[in-house]
Nanobody, 115 residues
Framework: QVQFVESGGGLVQPGGSLRLSCAAS????????MGWYRQGPGKQRELVAS???????YYADSVKGRFTISRENAKNTVYLQINSLKPEDTAVYYC?????????WGQGTQVTVSS
């Protein structure tokens, strides 16, 4: 079972940028499609972006054009570049496989967008 450790979150002003990283354990990372998910205050966790093993990507409408997902298999790492941040992007961001494995959720990384 793959485990994930997210990092890179923080407090940023509206319009700012962050780069989130997700390090995966194990040697099977390269065979999984990966996703970035988020859970905002009082909201359910939602998928914001995913990337297949061949590099095809998907973005939720709310983040399209602002978020970019990428992966580096040699480093067992998936990234999420977040630009033009909005207050509604405030959430805990998690990575997991896509579809997700319930037992593989990490602690996530907090992103807070506020002036």
């Amino acid at each position: 079972q793959v485990q994930f450790v997210e990092s890179g979150g923080g407090l940023v002003q509206p319009g700012g940028s962050l780069r989130l990283s997700c390090a995966a354990s194990g040697s099977m990372f390269r065979i999984y499609a990966m996703g970035w998910y988020r859970q905002g205050p009082g909201k359910q966790r939602e998928l914001v972006a995913s990337i297949t093993t061949s590099g095809s990507t998907y973005y939720a409408d709310s983040v399209k054009g602002r978020f970019t997902i990428s992966r580096e298999n040699a480093k067992n790492t998936v990234y999420l570049q977040i630009n033009s941040l909005k207050p509604e992007d405030t959430a805990v961001y998690y990575c997991n496989t896509y579809p997700y494995y319930e037992g593989s959720w990490g602690q996530g990384t907090q992103v807070t967008v506020s002036s």
